[in-house]
Each structure stands twice: as structure tokens, then as C-alpha cells.
């Protein structure tokens, strides 16, 4: 007898588009990698001896489903003096990184059918989230003429009556764009006017090139947003699975409830990682953040000079760079830089249906790599024209 199928929402999720060319690259040990979105630095060394003398001290077992109370402590400090978001620790939740903070607070807030907005371009687990809880994404533009920045009239033009949640991401990924203090104002005012919950993931707070990106949160006099942060890209600690969550309680209490079946807590002695990490010297964060910026610049000169349009970065570590110049489909194209000329960029259909002019150029690779990297897209795009 054939086995029970797996569930429709299972079976419906959309494969990564990153993961198609991770996968393609590695055929090449000559690629040039510049689809990967992670750091490219290593976990600062006082981060991992705490964890080191959390496992020493046998800090194995089961915390508090929310965190422990130091690192909660910890985090309430470091969203009034870097967010001016203020909040008691009780309304912070530790996660399983911040992918599971947007999870929790996508299943506390949604029912099947109601619609999700959604970044085209933004980050692919928005959607899958979407789909695997029984929501309808709906996505608004952001545009090239605006680098990407998404603005509240574009919003407001996809809400219906069944619009409930809003996913905004600043500083973006793809997008590499920041969404400056006045927008935030009025996409508040829409999300205000139709009664919607906020997901600000902030996941890249640390990472600007410029000005400081404005936390959504301190703006809300309603208490509709939750905000989402991460150790990931902060302190270069992918692969230790802590982010953070917090918003008004009313919510925060759901969120919780709603954690408690999939993760329980977040591992113990990451917790103790992370606790050295936000209370510890934060000179390696602003460190990592000027190479992130020194790569910025160089990738942004190579593609101007060569006459390549491109959204301006202003934070996280990716461009978007437009590619309809080669009038090619971004995977085609995709497909014959790796072959071709040994590089590799992430297509922008896998970030959006109406991204397919665009490749995303991570900025997390060496400078030797982005210069020669950057300098083979732009001339592809000009000899494939
Ligand atoms: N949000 C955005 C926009 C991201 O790009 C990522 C990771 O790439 C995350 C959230 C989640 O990161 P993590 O779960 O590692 O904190």
C-alpha cells in the first residue's frame, strides 16, 4: 500500500532560488561566490568562550521558555540604547534566530485566508512562512527609481478587507535599503488607518553604511508592531540560532504560546553566547560594519563607472543590480555567470514575482572577490546585450 501523502502546504512550498545556485556553484571550485548571505567573519573569541564556560559549567538543560533572565535583561538595554525601543524584559522572547521570531509571531497573528503584504523583492521565508500557516501573500512593488525603499502609497494600494499583516524589513535584504524615518511615519498612518499588526524585522539593525536605521517600534503609539532582531549578522553567529522578539505585551503573551509547541527554548549555552555578546565590547560589531561598508563602496564604484544600474545599498550586505540591459531572464543569466564566467549571484525572481530584472550581489564576500566578481557581471551585462 502507497504511504499517506505529506500536507498540501508542505507540498506547495516554493524551493529557495538561493539554494538552486548554491547548489549549481558548488559544481565550480573556481566560482566566485557572491550569492551567500551570511558573514563572512568569524564569531568573536570573548563570544565563544562564554560559551565555553557555559558548557564547562554544565549550563545544559532546559531555560525558561522565553530565555534566561540575564540575556532578556541584557536585550532590554541594548533596544533603549540602540532602538530607543523601551520595553521590561518580559516582553522580549528569545528565539531559534530570528526566522523563528517572524514564525511564532506570523502563527500568533494569523488565520487561514488572511492576506500577508509582502516586499517584491524581500526575503524568500516570508513567503514560505505564508503559505506553510494558510495566509495569501500579497506583495507591493519596491522600485529601482526609489533604490528600493518601499513607500506607504504602494502599500496601501494592495490592502483589502482581509489584509492583517504587514512585513516590513529595514535595513533590507535584498534590497540593501534602508526606510528613512518619514516613511516609516506614514506606512504606521496606513497600517493605522486599516488596522493591520506590523512585522518590522530588524534583523540587520547593526549593519548601515551611513545613518542608523530607524527602529519602528519607538514610532507606534498603538501598539500594532512587533519587532524582530538576530545575533546572526551582528556578530557574525549564523549558525548559534539566537534572534529576539518584542512588542506589547497583549501579543508577546501569544507569541510565547505559540513558541512553546515548536521550540520550547533556544539553546542554553547560545543563550550565554549571546548574553556575552550584546553585553560584552561591541567594538567587533562596528568593525565588521566598516568592511561591510569599505565592500559597499567598492562594489558601488566598479558598477557605476562601468554604467551598471544598481540599487544604492545603504545597509545589511546585498545590492540588487538590474540586469535588463542583457535582456535576459535573470536565471538564464544566472546560469551562464556561473558557467561562464565563474561568478555567482542570486536570480531576483527567487525574492519576488516581479524581480526577475534583477541579481542580488552579496556584500559579504572579500574585497578581492567583489572587485573581480562586480567587474565580470558588469561586463556580462554589456557583451550579452
Ligand atoms: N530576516 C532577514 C531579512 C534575513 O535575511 C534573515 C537571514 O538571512 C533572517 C531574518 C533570519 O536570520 P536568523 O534566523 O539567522 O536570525
Request: glycine fraction near 6%.
Amino acid at each position: 500500500m502507497k504511504s499517506p501523502e505529506a500536507s498540501n502546504s508542505v507540498q506547495h512550498l516554493p524551493r529557495s532560488g538561493i539554494r538552486r545556485v548554491f547548489d549549481e556553484a558548488s559544481k565550480y571550485p573556481d566560482c566566485i561566490r557572491l550569492e551567500v548571505g551570511e558573514p563572512s567573519f568569524t564569531t568573536p573569541q570573548h563570544i565563544k568562550d562564554a560559551a565555553q564556560a557555559a558548557l564547562n559549567s554544565d549550563f545544559t538543560k532546559y531555560t525558561p521558555n522565553a530565555g534566561i533572565a540575564e540575556l532578556r535583561e541584557g536585550l532590554s538595554q541594548k533596544l533603549r540604547d540602540r532602538n530607543k525601543i523601551l520595553v521590561a524584559p518580559e516582553q522580549i522572547v528569545v528565539t531559534p534566530g530570528g526566522v523563528a521570531s517572524v514564525f511564532s509571531s506570523l502563527t500568533a497573528l494569523l488565520n487561514r485566508g488572511d492576506e500577508v503584504l509582502l516586499a517584491d523583492p524581500s526575503w524568500p521565508n516570508y513567503l514560505q512562512m505564508t503559505i506553510l500557516l494558510g495566509a495569501v501573500p500579497v506583495f507591493y512593488p519596491l522600485r529601482i527609481e526609489n533604490d528600493l525603499v518601499p513607500t506607504a502609497a504602494d502599500i496601501e494600494s494592495k490592502i483589502t478587507s482581509k489584509t492583517k499583516v504587514l512585513l516590513l524589513n529595514s535595513p533590507g535584504n535584498p534590497s540593501g535599503a534602508i526606510i528613512p524615518e518619514s516613511e516609516l511615519v506614514a506606512i504606521l498612518q496606513v497600517a493605522k488607518k486599516h488596522n493591520l499588526w506590523v512585522i518590522s524585522d530588524e534583523v540587520y539593525d547593526e549593519i548601515y553604511f551611513d545613518k542608523p536605521p530607524v527602529s519602528l517600534q519607538p514610532l507606534d503609539e498603538e501598539g500594532r508592531v512587533i519587532s524582530v532582531f538576530s545575533f546572526s549578522k551582528t556578530y557574525a553567529m549564523t549558525g548559534w540560532r539566537v534572534g529576539y522578539l518584542t512588542g506589547p505585551m497583549s501579543i508577546v503573551s501569544h507569541i510565547l504560546r505559540a513558541q512553546e509547541p515548536i521550540t520550547s527554548c533556544v539553546n542554553s549555552v547560545a543563550q550565554k553566547a549571546a548574553f556575552a555578546a550584546v553585553t560584552g565590547d561591541q567594538s567587533c560589531v562596528s568593525e565588521m560594519r566598516n568592511a561591510y561598508a569599505k565592500r559597499a563602496a567598492l562594489v558601488t564604484k566598479i558598477l557605476t563607472e562601468k554604467g551598471v544600474k544598481f540599487a544604492q545599498p545603504t545597509g545589511a550586505f546585498y545590492t540588487m543590480v538590474d540586469i535588463t540591459a542583457s535582456g535576459m531572464s535573470d536565471v538564464d543569466f544566472v546560469s551562464r555567470m556561473i558557467t561562464e564566467k565563474r561568478v555567482a549571484v542570486v536570480p531576483g525572481s527567487a525574492f519576488g514575482p516581479d524581480s526577475g530584472n534583477f541579481v542580488r550581489v552579496s556584500l559579504a564576500s572579500s574585497e578581492s572577490d567583489l572587485e573581480q566578481g562586480a567587474s565580470r557581471l558588469a561586463a556580462a551585462i554589456k557583451e550579452w546585450a
